[in-house]
């Protein structure tokens, strides 16, 4: 079992920034990628980036991509996902994923899954 734990959502006003993190603890070498995902209400999950385990390779969604960064620190087992330049339309619950595939970037590419942390942007 791989355990992931989020942190450093919260309330921000449009234009702000935010740094999410994910501490992964267990078997984690069974994990190839880390990723995150985020759910608005009354949407389906949605991509946002992933990192390969030794932290090398990343992947984003396309529009995402210049405004959020992932990274990773390998001695904390540390993923973290920086955001930017934040509008309304980021608000959601933001998950932290754990998988085998690499770089997946679809939700059934990932088994372990973090608790989701609130982001909320006001405008």
């Known amino acids: 079992q791989v355990q992931l734990v989020e942190s450093g959502g919260g309330l921000v006003q449009a234009g702000g920034s935010l740094r999410l993190s994910c501490a992964a603890s267990?078997?984690?070498?069974?994990?190839?990628?880390m990723g995150w995902f985020r759910q608005a209400l009354g949407k389906e999950r949605e991509f946002v980036a992933t990192?390969?385990?030794?932290?090398?390779?990343?992947y984003y969604a396309d529009s995402l991509k210049g405004r959020f960064t992932i990274s990773r620190d390998n001695a904390k087992n540390t993923v973290y996902l920086h955001m930017n330049s934040l509008n309304p339309e980021d608000t959601a619950v933001y998950y932290c994923?754990?998988?085998?595939?690499?770089?997946?970037?679809?939700?059934?590419?990932?088994?372990?899954w973090g608790q989701g942390t609130q982001v909320t942007v006001s405008s």
């Open positions: 994923a754990a998988g085998s595939y690499p770089l997946g970037t679809v939700p059934y590419e990932y088994i372990y």
């Open positions: 267990g078997r984690t070498f069974s994990v190839h990628s």
């Open positions: 990192i390969s385990w030794s932290g090398g390779t990343t």
